[in-house]
């Protein structure tokens, strides 16, 4: 089991960047691939980034690429994503989620954090 801690979050101008961090307990964070989702308030749940066990395969939503970045460290138990040339439409809590496999899916995710906020102002 893995317990994840979201931070990072804040309120920025469009425009401007910001750095999420999810912090993984637990012994077995490096089994687990690791994603982003991101919810909006009367929206469903949306993926955001995706990323494998070992780090080397990426997936993102269309909306999102070549804006965000997502990245992990397996030592220091970690996963971030990196959000530049950030919109008013990336407004949202953002999850952090780990599960079997990198998937757009939320139901391939068993775990997930409590949600930071990220506001962009236009």
């Known amino acids: 089991q893995v317990q994840l801690v979201e931070s990072g979050g804040g309120l920025v101008q469009a425009g401007g960047s910001l750095r999420l961090s999810c912090a993984a307990s637990?012994?077995?964070?490096?089994?687990?691939?690791m994603g982003w989702f991101r919810q909006a308030p009367g929206k469903e749940r949306e993926f955001v980034a995706a990323?494998?066990?070992?780090?080397?395969?990426?997936k993102y939503a269309d909306s999102v690429k070549g804006r965000f970045t997502i990245s992990r460290d397996n030592a220091q138990k970690t996963v971030y994503l990196q959000m530049d040339s950030l919109k008013p439409e990336d407004t949202a809590v953002y999850y952090c989620?780990?599960?079997?496999?990198?998937?757009?899916?939320?139901?391939?995710?068993?775990?997930w954090g409590q949600g930071t906020q990220v506001t962009v102002s236009s």
């Open positions: 637990g012994r077995t964070f490096s089994i687990y691939a």
């Open positions: 990323v494998d066990r070992s780090g080397s395969n990426t």
């Open positions: 989620a780990a599960g079997p496999l990198s998937t757009y899916a939320v139901p391939n995710y068993d775990y």
